[in-house]
C-alpha cells in the first residue's frame, strides 16, 4: 500500500507574479516540513509540478530530498484564459465587464503590495472566466478543460505505476488535486473544481493506493498551521 500526500502550493505571489511564493507561502511550507518531521512522516518518493511555486514548495518542505519534476502536474495556466475569454465575456455579460474592469483598476492601486485585496481573493469574473473555460463555452486556443483533466489523470497514473510502497509526495496546485480528489469518488465533470475551491495554501490531501484501488482518505489538512492568521486560500 502506497499514500499519496498531495501537497498545494503555499501562498504565492500578486496576480501580476502568481507563479512565485510570497514570505507567508514559504512560511507554510516549511511549518508542513517541521511537522512531517515531527509525525515521523517519511517519503519513499517526492514529485512536483514544473511550476515555480510547486518546485519552491517542495523544496520548502523536503529540503534534503530528491524530486521528480513532471510538468503534468501543472495547475491550468488561468491568465492565458483570462487573454481569450475575458473579451468575449465583457462583450456579453455587462456585469462582468464592469467586474472585470473594477478588478483591472484595484491591481493598479495596489501597486503590487501583497497583502492587497485583490491579490488574495477569487472575485466574481474570476469564477465567471473560469467557469466559461470549464464549460467550454467559447473558442479556445490553449489547454482545454477536458484536456487538462486527462493530463492530471495520467500524472496520477505515472505516480501509480511507479509502484512506490510508503509514502509519496506529490507538490502541486488546486485544481488538480481537486480532480484527483474527485477521480477517487468517480466526479467526472467541472464539480471537481467545487473541491479546488477549498483547499488552503500548502494543505494536504491525501489518497491511499492498494493495487488499482485508489481512496480518499483525508482532504485539505493543515493541522500544521494552528494560527488562523497564517490559514489561506490565494
Known amino acids: 500500500m502506497s499514500v499519496l500526500y498531495l501537497v498545494r502550493h503555499g501562498q504565492a505571489g500578486t496576480r501580476e507574479n502568481y ?4 514570505d507567508l507561502g514559504r512560511r507554510q511550507a516549511r511549518l508542513l516540513g517541521e511537522y512531517f518531521r515531527e509525525q515521523g512522516i517519511r517519503f519513499a518518493a517526492a514529485y512536483s ?13 523536503l529540503p534534503d530530498s530528491e ?6 502536474w501543472d495547475e491550468f495556466d488561468l491568465s492565458h484564459v483570462y487573454s481569450e475569454l475575458a473579451p468575449r465575456l465583457a462583450d456579453d455579460d455587462e456585469q462582468f465587464r464592469v467586474q472585470y ?19 488574495r481573493k477569487w ?6 472566466c473560469v467557469r466559461a473555460w470549464v464549460e467550454g463555452r467559447y473558442e479556445y486556443s490553449g489547454e482545454s ?6 493530463r492530471i489523470d495520467e500524472a496520477l497514473g505515472r505516480v501509480i505505476a511507479a509502484a512506490h510502497d510508503g509514502n509519496i509526495a506529490v ?26 475551491a477549498v483547499m488552503f495554501n500548502a494543505s494536504f490531501t491525501t489518497l491511499r493506493v492498494h493495487g488499482d484501488e485508489v481512496r480518499l482518505f ?14 489561506t486560500f490565494r
Do not use: Y
Open 19 to 22: 507563479d512565485s511564493l510570497s
Open 145 to 150: 478543460w477536458i484536456r487538462f483533466v486527462a
Open 49 to 61: 509540478g514544473s511550476l515555480e511555486r510547486q518546485v519552491a514548495t517542495a523544496a520548502e518542505v
Open 171 to 196: 507538490f502541486t496546485s488546486a485544481t488538480p488535486i481537486g480532480i484527483a480528489a474527485a477521480k477517487t469518488l468517480e466526479i467526472a465533470d467541472g464539480r471537481a473544481m467545487w473541491l479546488a
Open 101 to 119: 474592469e473594477q478588478m483591472q483598476r484595484d491591481i493598479e492601486r495596489s501597486k503590487g503590495a501583497h497583502h492587497a485585496p485583490v491579490h
Open 67 to 72: 524530486i521528480a519534476v513532471d510538468a503534468g
Open 123 to 128: 472575485n466574481d469574473c474570476d469564477k465567471k
Open 218 to 231: 483525508t482532504l485539505n489538512a493543515t493541522p500544521h498551521i494552528s494560527e488562523a492568521a497564517l490559514r
